[in-house]
T-cell receptor, first 116, second 111 residues
């Protein structure tokens, strides 16, 4: 099956630093990738849709200047949390769709971000 | 009101029990429906798609009622390994295709 690799799996950082999370589709090309955030005991919330070669589409209430998304190739999308603060501590997870797989999305393993 | 609503549980059941989860969605334009399983701090994994005609996969049976905007999941003969959070998910199209996740129902299967 299709594999999506997400790195790193866990990050602990000081307040004010920036953190980059990578999402790679290993055996297929993903023109669209999705970034989600999940707080404890809450649902996955879509943050943005990442489109290869164009600007990401952000959901209402998500600051595009704080959560920078770059989708420079068909196999890589990155999410950078700029000037992270403790309230940004969360589980971040990416997913990608593969052509021919219908509506099935393939998820990365997630990144647990803890901002001290 | 959340677009996808689920009872958070937890449902605490003995091995071998039958357990049912329910989910409602508010957007009548929702197109497709799924149940995902998520273990603690792991990515969600697709359990099964849900169709109006009802569908079964081994011990798991899913049902969709479009008129009532209601989705169900039935697990028979529960196993310890079924302990997880079960996410009700719907898809729709806005400017792009989106999956909307419920907050999940937690299941604990005890020996």
């Amino acid at each position: 099956g299709a594999v999506v690799s997400q790195h790193p799996s866990r990050v602990i950082c000081k307040s004010g630093t920036s953190v980059k999370i990578e999402c790679r589709s290993l055996d297929f090309q993903a023109t669209t990738m999705f970034w989600y955030r999940q707080f404890p005991k809450q649902s996955l919330m879509l943050m943005a849709t990442s489109n290869e070669g164009s600007k990401a589409t952000y959901e209402q209430g998500v600051e595009k200047d704080k959560f920078l998304i770059n989708h420079a190739s068909l196999t890589l999308s990155t999410l950078t949390v700029t000037s992270a603060h403790p309230e940004d501590s969360s589980f971040y997870i990416c997913s990608a769709g593969r052509q021919g797989a219908g509506e099935k999305l393939f998820f990365g393993s997630g990144t647990q971000l803890s901002v001290l | 009101r959340k677009e996808v609503e689920q009872d958070p549980g937890p449902f605490n059941v003995p091995e071998g029990a039958t357990v049912a989860f329910n989910c409602t969605y508010s957007n009548s334009a929702s197109q497709s429906f799924f149940w995902y399983r998520q273990d603690c701090r792991k990515e969600p994994k697709l359990l099964m798609s849900v169709y109006s005609s009802g569908n079964e996969d081994g011990r798991f049976t899913a049902q969709l009622n479009r008129a009532s905007q209601y989705i169900s999941l039935l697990i028979r003969d529960s196993k310890l390994s079924d302990s997880a959070t079960y996410l009700c998910v719907v898809s729709r199209m806005d400017s792009s295709y989106k999956l909307i996740f419920g907050s999940g129902t937690r299941l604990l299967v005890r020996p």
